[in-house]
Protein backbone atom coordinates (compact mmCIF):
# COMPACT_ATOMS: atom_id res chain seq x y z
CA UNK A 1 0.00 0.00 0.00
CA UNK A 2 1.44 3.52 -0.73
CA UNK A 3 0.62 5.16 2.49
CA UNK A 4 2.84 2.35 3.53
CA UNK A 5 6.11 2.97 1.11
CA UNK A 6 5.75 6.78 2.12
CA UNK A 7 5.44 6.12 5.85
CA UNK A 8 8.81 3.88 5.57
CA UNK A 9 10.45 6.47 3.00
CA UNK A 10 9.87 9.58 5.41
CA UNK A 11 10.51 8.33 8.75
CA UNK A 12 13.86 6.69 6.96
CA UNK A 13 15.13 10.07 6.27
CA UNK A 14 13.88 11.59 8.95
CA UNK A 15 16.17 9.06 11.18
CA UNK A 16 18.91 9.57 8.76
CA UNK A 17 18.42 13.56 9.26
CA UNK A 18 18.76 13.57 12.86
CA UNK A 19 22.01 11.17 12.39
CA UNK A 20 23.32 13.53 10.37
CA UNK A 21 22.37 16.62 12.95
CA UNK A 22 23.59 15.06 15.89
CA UNK A 23 27.42 15.47 15.69
CA UNK A 24 26.53 19.62 15.39
CA UNK A 25 24.31 19.64 18.87
CA UNK A 26 26.21 20.90 21.38
CA UNK A 27 23.35 21.26 24.04
CA UNK A 28 22.30 18.03 25.84
CA UNK A 29 18.73 18.68 25.96
CA UNK A 30 18.37 19.32 22.24
CA UNK A 31 20.39 16.48 21.56
CA UNK A 32 18.71 13.98 23.78
CA UNK A 33 15.61 14.98 22.53
CA UNK A 34 16.53 14.57 18.84
CA UNK A 35 17.58 10.62 20.08
CA UNK A 36 14.26 10.35 21.20
CA UNK A 37 12.55 11.76 17.94
CA UNK A 38 14.80 9.25 16.00
CA UNK A 39 14.04 6.27 18.58
CA UNK A 40 10.15 6.74 17.45
CA UNK A 41 10.99 7.26 13.61
CA UNK A 42 12.72 4.06 14.03
CA UNK A 43 9.37 2.48 15.49
CA UNK A 44 6.75 3.60 12.79
CA UNK A 45 10.05 2.46 10.20
CA UNK A 46 9.78 -1.00 11.44
CA UNK A 47 5.70 -1.01 11.83
CA UNK A 48 5.29 0.23 8.13
CA UNK A 49 7.86 -1.97 6.78
CA UNK A 50 6.41 -5.20 8.03
CA UNK A 51 3.40 -3.59 5.75
CA UNK A 52 5.03 -4.51 3.08
CA UNK A 53 6.34 -7.11 1.19
CA UNK A 54 10.11 -7.19 -0.43
CA UNK A 55 9.40 -5.81 -3.88
CA UNK A 56 7.59 -2.76 -2.43
CA UNK A 57 10.47 -2.42 0.54
CA UNK A 58 13.08 -2.07 -1.93
CA UNK A 59 10.89 1.17 -4.33
CA UNK A 60 10.29 2.50 -0.55
CA UNK A 61 13.97 2.73 0.27
CA UNK A 62 16.10 6.14 -0.27
CA UNK A 63 19.05 5.36 -2.76
CA UNK A 64 22.71 5.83 -1.82
CA UNK A 65 22.52 9.57 -3.76
CA UNK A 66 20.19 10.88 -2.09
CA UNK A 67 21.43 9.77 1.22
CA UNK A 68 24.12 11.48 0.50
CA UNK A 69 22.76 14.66 -0.76
CA UNK A 70 21.00 14.54 2.23
CA UNK A 71 24.16 14.27 4.76
CA UNK A 72 26.24 16.86 2.94
CA UNK A 73 23.38 19.48 2.47
CA UNK A 74 23.06 19.45 6.64
CA UNK A 75 26.76 19.56 6.61
CA UNK A 76 26.82 22.57 4.41
CA UNK A 77 23.78 24.09 6.03
CA UNK A 78 24.51 23.31 10.50
CA UNK A 79 28.30 24.32 8.97
CA UNK A 80 27.09 27.79 8.81
CA UNK A 81 25.29 27.95 11.76
CA UNK A 82 24.91 25.26 14.21
CA UNK A 83 23.34 27.28 17.03
CA UNK A 84 20.39 25.47 18.55
CA UNK A 85 17.63 27.92 16.74
CA UNK A 86 19.02 27.14 13.72
CA UNK A 87 19.21 22.95 13.97
CA UNK A 88 15.88 22.71 15.65
CA UNK A 89 14.52 24.85 12.58
CA UNK A 90 15.94 22.19 10.39
CA UNK A 91 14.75 18.88 12.16
CA UNK A 92 11.36 21.28 12.28
CA UNK A 93 11.83 21.68 8.28
CA UNK A 94 11.93 18.23 7.87
CA UNK A 95 8.95 17.35 9.85
CA UNK A 96 6.89 19.72 8.21
CA UNK A 97 8.22 18.19 4.50
CA UNK A 98 7.19 14.77 6.05
CA UNK A 99 3.92 15.93 7.03
CA UNK A 100 3.21 17.46 3.51
CA UNK A 101 3.77 14.14 1.88
CA UNK A 102 2.25 11.78 4.17
CA UNK A 103 -0.76 14.08 3.97
CA UNK A 104 -0.95 13.72 0.33
CA UNK A 105 -1.38 10.72 0.33
CA UNK A 106 -4.04 10.35 3.11
CA UNK A 107 -5.68 12.73 0.99
CA UNK A 108 -5.40 10.71 -2.12
CA UNK A 109 -7.02 7.77 0.17
CA UNK A 110 -10.00 9.37 1.48
CA UNK A 111 -10.87 10.68 -1.95
CA UNK A 112 -10.29 7.62 -3.07
CA UNK A 113 -12.93 6.08 -0.43
CA UNK A 114 -10.40 4.08 1.36
CA UNK A 115 -9.38 3.50 4.68
CA UNK A 116 -6.22 5.02 5.88
CA UNK A 117 -4.90 2.69 8.25
CA UNK A 118 -4.56 4.41 11.86
CA UNK A 119 -0.29 4.07 11.88
CA UNK A 120 -0.64 7.08 9.52
CA UNK A 121 -2.88 9.66 11.85
CA UNK A 122 -0.33 8.56 14.84
CA UNK A 123 2.72 9.55 12.51
CA UNK A 124 1.14 13.01 11.86
CA UNK A 125 0.45 13.55 15.19
CA UNK A 126 3.94 12.36 16.33
CA UNK A 127 5.53 14.97 13.62
CA UNK A 128 2.86 17.52 15.28
CA UNK A 129 4.54 16.69 18.99
CA UNK A 130 7.89 16.61 17.61
CA UNK A 131 7.51 19.91 16.19
CA UNK A 132 5.90 21.74 19.39
CA UNK A 133 8.95 19.96 21.52
CA UNK A 134 11.21 21.79 19.51
CA UNK A 135 10.03 25.45 19.57
CA UNK A 136 11.54 25.70 22.67
CA UNK A 137 14.75 25.88 20.93
CA UNK A 138 13.45 28.44 18.44
Excluded: W
Excluded at 1 to 23: C, H, P, W, Y
Excluded at 37 to 48: I, R
Excluded at 82 to 104: C, E, F, R
Amino acid sequence: MKIFREIVRNTAMGAQSIDNILGYIECDKLKNLALSQKEVMEEFYEKAKSELGAEELEDAQSHPVQRAMLKAGVKVNASFDNSNTHLASMLIDGYNMGITSVQKCINEMKRDNVEVPALAGDLMKTYDKNIKALREYL
